[in-house]
């Protein structure tokens, strides 16, 4: 049971070069996040996903898009990578149980964007 | 999700209890709380959550007032591996909106 696996780990790109990050989960969990974390800061939502095929906006969405096609994997994609999102992305899983779900966060990606 | 207040920062002796406190007056009557903590560089790790009884599993008590709008997270015998950022969240479980806000940076010194 690996629980939230992040891939890759570390990555450098240029400003307008493209990435995806590939988060994996083999809890079985419904919902499922990624967040940003600058120093300083907590963490920030930038999409969430419910369910296989349904996703939504959090707090930080834009110059980021996300998929999920299959539930077990969660995809973060920037498209065109900015010095603004050099920042470390950790992705979560939940279950919902009686109203009350906890998360489970990988290890984290760290994008450093030139 | 109500907002929650914590200290900054706070020190702890090796060996002593740990008593970090969160003030969440707005918490609304369906939502839990929840405490994170995240060692340098890692990934968040669950603590412990509870909704109003007064919850303990094998990492950590959690003390909720009877009016719910704080709580204290107790650590019974810090050590050094204790060292790490505090989050205090209240949320509905569910909820597409989770605010973590800067926590509390505990420090335990030798």
């Known amino acids: 049971n690996a629980g939230v696996t992040q891939t890759p780990k570390f990555r450098v790109l240029k400003t307008g070069q493209s990435m995806t990050l590939l988060c994996a989960q083999d809890m079985n969990h419904e919902y499922m996040y990624w967040y940003r974390q600058d120093p300083g800061m907590g963490l920030r939502l930038i999409h969430y996903s419910v369910g296989e095929g349904t996703t939504a906006k959090g707090e930080v969405p834009d110059g980021y898009n996300v998929s999920r096609l299959k539930k077990q994997n969660f995809l973060l994609g920037l498209e065109s990578a900015a010095p603004s999102q050099t920042s470390v992305y950790f992705c979560?899983?939940?279950?919902?149980?009686?109203?009350?779900?906890?998360?489970?966060f990988g290890p984290g990606t760290r994008l450093t964007v030139l | 999700d109500a907002k929650t207040t914590q200290p900054p920062s706070m020190d702890c002796a090796e060996g002593r209890a740990a008593n970090l406190p969160c003030n969440h007056s707005?918490?609304?009557?369906?939502?839990?709380v929840y405490w994170y903590r995240q060692i340098h560089s890692q990934g968040p790790q669950y603590i412990i959550h509870?909704?109003?009884n007064n919850e303990t599993n094998e990492m950590a008590s959690l003390i909720i007032t009877e009016d719910r709008k704080s709580s204290t997270l107790i650590l019974p015998h810090a050590t050094l591996r204790d060292t790490a950022v505090y989050y205090c969240?209240?949320?509905?479980?569910?909820?597409?909106?989770?605010?973590f806000g800067t926590g509390t940076k505990l420090q335990v010194i030798p």
């Open positions: 979560a899983s939940s279950r919902l149980a009686r109203g009350t779900d906890t998360q489970y």
């Open positions: 707005t918490i609304s009557g369906n939502e839990y």
């Open positions: 969240i209240v949320r509905v479980g569910g909820y597409q909106k989770v605010t």
């Open positions: 509870g909704l109003k």
